[in-house]
């Protein structure tokens, strides 16, 4: 049985992966509520043709206007550029949450705009795929996800509780925490995986010599290693230019790993080290 919501019209910032398996999510579970994208190029348009929102908008304020909820796909950069004109043409009893992948900038940046009326609450759905763009939309890409709000379990607003039975009705997991503290956690377990691919990748295309080798032995470990590798750079920019302080962080804790393991390689701590990592690997693997 579905979740009732109290939410009839949905503005989609941001007419991409996120936004637009939002969209698809929402038109899936919850029929009665009508759609609306925004984009600033042609992606908001191809939702409409696809059938994924029913209204195409150029004019922010415009796609704002009307809707009960409002959620911000973009990237963080462009979400905080944004936030002061969705303030002002939000209706008074809206919520208003985003996607982004750092909470503390957008959320203190929705702080200096949001001191009434509408209410914005900071998310971050732990989903995604390597391609992305509006044709890659998919309604389940949120099932089995932990998907973090910016407030506590038990905040009494309708329209935080509206929001939650969203999140489980389209299959995520509500993870309640703190800006700052969400920073943290994604810089370990999201931000600093993306880095390794990348710089796992440097490495092997610098050892790869004009026989291909050691590229054309490369099975699918290497290949699950690299999945990450095929995320583009755009998507990531903004995540790096605001997450610093908790990737720099995150780069020591792995640099001071790398160096036990060089150090260790013959002793009995190298065996500890596999079998706590596998200890990690099956909790990560147990149903959910």
């Not at 971050?124 to 890659?136: F, R, V």
Request: aromatic residues 6%; negative net charge.
């Amino acid at each position: 049985m579905t979740t009732p919501i109290n939410f009839r019209r949905a503005a989609i910032i941001g007419t991409g992966l996120i936004g637009g398996s939002f969209a698809l999510a929402l038109r899936k579970h919850f029929p009665h509520v009508s759609l609306v994208g925004y984009s600033r190029g042609a992606s908001a348009e191809r939702a409409r043709t696809l059938g994924i929102v029913e209204e195409a908008h150029h004019d922010l304020a415009a796609a704002v206007r009307g809707a009960d909820v409002v959620y911000l796909a973009m990237p963080i950069v462009a979400t905080i550029d944004a936030l002061p004109a969705i303030a002002a043409a939000a209706e008074p009893g809206a919520l208003v949450t985003d996607a982004c992948s750092t909470k503390a900038v957008v959320c203190r940046a929705a702080e200096e705009h949001f001191r009434g009326g509408a209410r914005f609450l900071g998310g971050h759905p732990m989903a995604g795929k390597e391609q992305s763009g509006i044709d890659q939309a998919d309604a389940e890409l949120f099932r089995g996800a932990s998907y973090a709000l910016m407030a506590r379990e038990d905040d009494p607003d309708p329209r935080v509780q509206d929001l939650v039975g969203i999140v489980r009705e389209i299959g995520a997991k509500p993870v309640w925490s703190d800006p700052d503290t969400h920073d943290w956690a994604v810089g370990i377990v999201s931000h600093l995986p993306q880095l390794v691919s990348v710089a796992l990748a440097h490495v092997v295309q610098d050892e790869t010599d004009e026989t291909g080798l050691p590229v054309t032995l490369a099975g699918p470990g290497l290949h699950d290693m690299l999945r990450l590798a095929g995320s583009p750079y755009s998507v990531w920019r903004d995540i790096l230019l605001t997450n610093q302080q908790n990737l720099v962080r995150a780069l020591d804790r792995l640099a001071q790993a790398v160096d036990f393991l060089r150090t260790h390689l013959a002793s009995k701590d190298a065996e500890q080290e596999f079998e706590s990592a596998n200890e990690l690997y099956k909790v990560l693997h147990k149903p959910r």
